[in-house]
């Protein structure tokens, strides 16, 4: 939700600002809005739409200066229009701030302000918080610093936010609290952001900005950063494992083809150093550590949203099998609103591929103030979630930046696998020589689906013949219910194709009364793991002369031959089908919305890291 950079330095801001935001683009990009110190002016230049619309309008413009801030919106409060977009002026227009998140305290704030005398051009919540520094910095007569920290001491809500000042070239005050924000250290020179993607390119010193911390970047003096209390913090210089050429399309049309495309060498990087397939072993050293609390937890809660939470299902399908341990799997949005029951020897996991999802962090919180021990899998390296777990393990997927999750979400299943097997050979729950047979197994999948990603070309011709479906329908039993949950989100995302997912069986308790020609219907129906019940099902839609697309096992005659169209997969094991299923449901989302003219990578009204609630 909302991406924001800043820079200070000795270059010129305009371009590493306009890369910066191209490259956080995947975060929010209905309106986008630049602010630059040149001479004395405080220039604010905005734009509805993407960045390329504020490139076109900025470059006839003053975008000359040394230090600025930049912000790609997603919008909260207001349309997205120009007089929303960031960065928003105080009312003298000396100050402007960029921010991601919710001010939620915003109208009694905006209240006291106008009863001040201040006047409100956008309906933002952001306005207010500006107005208020304003207003504090000139009544108390304090510095930007302090009167950032004063105002934030009256403000609920989550927020990243960075303000400059006219008149103070050599200034940015930026803060936390709920959002992310990461500080990269160059050569006399700082980067801000709401993660590292803007800023590898220079540098990779960063420091990951605290909850409720105040950081105030100062040309040639360094960086200090305090708490919204006032308490001087010491920082930790981190280096950043991310690597340009991760953050480029390397020949690819889309982000989310070539994220795709990735996934033998994400499920490789994701095993890596933990599965040793010549000793038929897995080592988790999250697992490890903390054995005793696996071992001997009464219940496992899986927190997640979005795609995590089909990752979450799956794993809850394998612990349950190997470890039998009960897993429940929770919306976070939901589990941290109810009451939930949270005992001392539950053990909560928290998946999120950006590890900063506002709903998933807080549920974290009310798990932890449960004294329940929380296990995180994440992907982005330093963010929040991580932050604030008790141990975990990262799924190594690198950085995804097309919208909808692909290689993140089979890094995930890839983890939690790999996380069941242990937990079960640990409690003598699964044989070892089923363990072993599972683990060499696993070893395999990268290889597998390579196998499955040559069917691409044949996947995207057949995809133009769906173009015209308003609906589709998406059965798997087991292990794969999950799976085509996933397989239906990847086509809303992405396609704006109403989608659902059910479990097989489930269709005749209403779905199948949506069952006709123009009905495409994607059954995951892989050998392993109720064959015959899912072929029963199959005749059941074919009856109604439901169209037939399913995902089968190499060497299947029986499915494919009732089927319209039939991709194949390769034979695994029943709890790896997830693996091997999800890639030619991602390549079907992909193929129908490009064909449909959408836009893949930044599908419309959504956001690769929400990180409002
Ligand atoms: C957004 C993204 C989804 C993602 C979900 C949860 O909705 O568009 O792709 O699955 O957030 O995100 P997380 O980062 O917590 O996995």
């Known amino acids: 939700m909302c991406g924001i950079v800043g820079y200070i330095g000795n270059k010129q801001a305009y371009p590493i600002l306009i890369k910066g935001l191209q490259r956080l683009e995947y975060r929010g990009y209905d309106s ?12 604010v230049y905005k734009a509805k739409g993407k960045v390329s619309d504020l490139v076109h309008f900025a470059e006839q413009q003053d975008i000359q200066g040394t230090i600025g801030i930049a912000h790609t919106r997603w919008a909260t409060h207001g349309e997205p229009n120009l007089v929303n977009a960031h960065p928003h002026y105080s009312q003298s227009e000396e100050l402007a701030l960029i921010h991601n998140g919710i001010i939620e305290n915003y109208a009694v704030l905006k209240e006291g302000l106008k009863e001040l005398g201040y006047t409100f051009s956008s309906e933002t919540d952001t306005e207010v918080l500006i107005q208020l520094i304003e207003y504090i910095k000139k009544s108390n007569n304090v510095d930007l610093t302090t009167a950032v920290q004063l105002a934030l001491n009256q403000v609920i809500g989550a927020y990243a936010i960075a303000v400059i000042e006219k008149g103070q070239p050599d200034l940015i005050v930026a803060a936390r609290k709920g959002s992310p924000l990461v500080v990269g250290i160059g050569d006399d020179e700082f980067f801000l952001a709401s993660d590292a993607t803007p800023i590898v390119e220079f540098t990779n010193k960063v420091v990951y900005i605290g909850e409720e911390e105040i950081v105030t970047l100062q040309r040639g003096k360094g960086l200090k950063v305090t708490t919204i209390a006032n308490v001087e913090k010491t920082h930790e210089v981190k280096e950043l494992e991310m690597t340009l ?8 049309p889309h982000f989310m083809i070539k994220e795709i495309f990735e996934q033998p060498k994400t499920l490789s990087d994701s095993m890596r150093g933990r599965v040793n397939v010549e000793a038929n072993n897995i080592t988790l050293a999250g697992f490890i550590d903390n054995k005793e609390k696996f071992l001997s937890a009464k219940r496992i809660i899986i927190l997640a949203c979005g795609t995590s939470w089909h990752s979450a299902l799956i794993g809850k399908y394998a612990i349950e099998e190997f470890a039998r341990i009960p897993v429940e799997v929770e919306y976070s949005s939901e589990f941290r609103y109810r009451k939930p029951v949270i005992n001392p020897d539950d053990l909560v996991i928290a998946i999120s591929q950006s590890g900063e999802t506002a709903d998933t962090l807080a549920a974290v919180e009310l798990a932890k103030s449960h004294d329940a021990f929380i296990f995180g899998i994440c ?19 690198g950085p995804e930046i097309g919208v909808a999750s692909t290689k993140a979400f089979t890094a995930q299943v890839t983890v939690l696998t790999m996380l069941a097997l242990m937990i079960g050979k640990e409690k003598g729950t699964l044989e070892n020589e089923r363990y072993l047979q599972i683990v060499k197994e696993l ?24 173009t015209y479906a308003q609906n589709f329908i998406y059965l798997g039993r087991g292990y794969n219910f999950p799976v085509a949950l996933e397989g239906a989100l990847k086509l809303k995302e992405i396609s704006y194709i109403h989608a659902e997912g059910y479990p097989a069986a489930e269709m005749k308790h209403g779905p199948i009364a949506l069952i006709s020609q123009e009905m495409p219907v994607v059954v995951i129906a892989p050998s392993a793991g109720m064959y015959e019940k899912v072929v029963s099902n199959i005749q059941e839609i074919k009856a109604r002369k439901g169209k037939i697309i399913s995902i089968v096992t190499e060497g299947d005659v029986v499915v494919k031959n009732l089927s319209d169209y039939s991709i194949c997969i390769p034979d695994t094991e029943e709890c790896l089908v997830p693996l091997l299923a999800a890639i030619p449901l991602q390549l079907l989302a992909y193929h129908i919305a490009v064909v449909k003219g959408c836009n893949v990578d930044q599908p419309r009204n959504l956001a690769k890291s929400v990180t409002v609630e």
């Open 32 to 43: 986008a809005g630049i602010a630059l110190l040149h001479n004395d002016n405080l220039n």
């Open 245 to 252: 050429s991760q953050l480029e399309k390397g020949g690819y």
């Open 379 to 397: 992907n982005v390296v330093g963010s929040s979630i991580p932050r604030n777990t008790h141990s975990g393990c990262y799924t190594h997927a």
């Open 443 to 466: 070893g395999q999948i990268p290889e597998k689906i390579k196998e499955i990603l040559k069917q691409d070309a044949n996947i995207a011709e057949f995809a133009k013949t769906f």
